[in-house]
């Protein structure tokens, strides 16, 4: 079992930042890849961005530009630097880590994420 928990969220204004983060516990093994999904009310859950253990990266096309997706291996860490946000930006972030070895994955419990216009 992998145990994610995610932080960083909140109430910012448009044109603002925050930066999430999620702290991977248990059974973690250095071949995996983390990512970032959000889901608005209503909207299917939508990939965000997500990174391999040894620095791929891809994202999506409505954040190209404005999120950064980075990682700490040694530390089993992954953040999510987001930039100029927007109010369609506006969801619950939810952590996944896909261990390629079992090919099982986990999600965090979430994060709110709220831009004022």
């Known amino acids: 079992q992998v145990q994610l928990v995610e932080s960083g969220g909140g109430l910012v204004q448009a044109g603002g930042s925050l930066r999430l983060s999620c702290v991977a516990s248990?059974?973690?093994?250095?071949?995996?890849?983390m990512g970032w999904y959000r889901q608005a009310p209503g909207i299917q859950r939508e990939r965000v961005a997500y990174?391999?253990?040894?620095?791929?990266?891809l994202y999506a096309d409505s954040v190209k530009g404005r999120f950064t997706i980075s990682r700490d291996n040694a530390r089993n860490i992954v953040y999510l630097q987001m930039n100029n946000l927007k109010p369609e930006d506006t969801a619950v972030y939810y952590c996944?880590?896909?261990?390629?070895?079992?090919?099982?994955?986990?999600w965090g419990q979430g994060t709110q994420v709220t831009v004022s216009s």
């Open positions: 990174i391999s253990s040894v620095g791929y990266t």
């Open positions: 248990g059974n973690t093994r250095s071949i995996n890849t």
């Open positions: 996944r880590y896909y261990l390629l070895a079992t090919s099982s994955e986990y």
